[in-house]
């Protein structure tokens, strides 16, 4: 019963590829995101999505495309896959009513490596 | 733009002891949320402690308080009592864009030591 669950949590792929994480909450939460954290620990926004509308998309490279095909649900799509790209993306919900007051839960996140 | 500033990359203390995490933010809006949230070495995110701006009284949760002055766009965390398992980054976070988005500090790494 994990609240916001990532599939995979560890993927390893060539340069080139395209690959998908998955991403499911059972919160009943209306707003999901996608984050980076890269080799520093630095945590920054990527995609964030409200009621499967798209709300934020933080310059972010056309090979990413989340998508998003219930409110339960947000996955991430990567074409392409470079070396930069290697990093642990971590999938958060929450509820949102515009004030900002409610907590984000985050999944376990998933590391990417590409060679 | 909203920043957010963690000044010390690494601390230590000793199991115990109280320790002061500090954070400085900048922003332009007058109402916002501030949050702590740890990293342990298992990777996952774990809110620690959360602030709305327009409280002036101090948030606290258990061994974890903060200490938070408005003006000075400040937001220290103070762990009292430290344990092992206090160990781990601990990030900053200010909530903007109405609530859709975090936006991190680079983090702190804390080292709990017996």
């Known amino acids: 019963d994990t609240a916001v669950s990532q599939t995979p949590k560890y993927l390893v792929t060539q340069m080139g590829n395209d690959k998908s994480i998955k991403c499911e909450q059972n919160?009943?939460?209306?707003?999901m995101y996608w984050y980076k954290q890269d080799s520093k620990k630095f945590l920054k926004i990527m995609f964030s999505?409200?009621?499967?509308?798209?709300?934020i998309n933080e310059t972010v490279p056309n090979r990413f495309s989340p998508k998003s095909p219930d409110k339960a649900h947000l996955n991430l799509h990567i074409n392409s896959l470079e070396l930069g790209d290697s990093a642990v993306y971590f999938c958060?919900?929450?509820?949102?009513?515009?004030?900002?007051?409610?907590?984000?839960?985050f999944g376990q996140g998933t590391r990417l490596t590409v060679v | 733009a909203q920043t957010v500033t963690q000044s010390q990359p690494e601390m230590s203390v000793q199991e115990a002891e109280t320790v002061t995490l500090s954070c400085t933010y900048d922003?332009?809006?007058?109402?916002?949320?501030l949050f702590w949230y740890k990293q342990p070495p298992s990777r996952q995110m774990i809110l620690v402690i959360r602030?709305?701006?327009?409280?002036?009284q101090n948030a606290t949760e258990n061994r974890f308080s903060v200490n938070f002055q408005k003006a000075a766009k400040s937001f220290s965390l103070k762990i009292s009592d430290s344990q092992l398992g206090d160990t781990a980054m601990y990030f900053c976070?200010?909530?903007?864009?109405?609530?859709?988005?975090?936006?991190f500090g680079k983090g702190t790494s804390l080292l709990v030591t017996p």
């Open positions: 976070a200010f909530m903007k864009n109405s609530g859709y988005a975090l936006n």
């Open positions: 919160l009943g939460h209306d707003t």
């Open positions: 999505y409200n009621n499967k509308e798209l709300i």
């Open positions: 922003t332009s809006e007058s109402n916002y949320y």
């Open positions: 602030q709305e701006a327009y409280k002036q």
């Open positions: 958060a919900s929450s509820l949102a009513d515009g004030t900002g007051r409610f907590e984000a839960f």
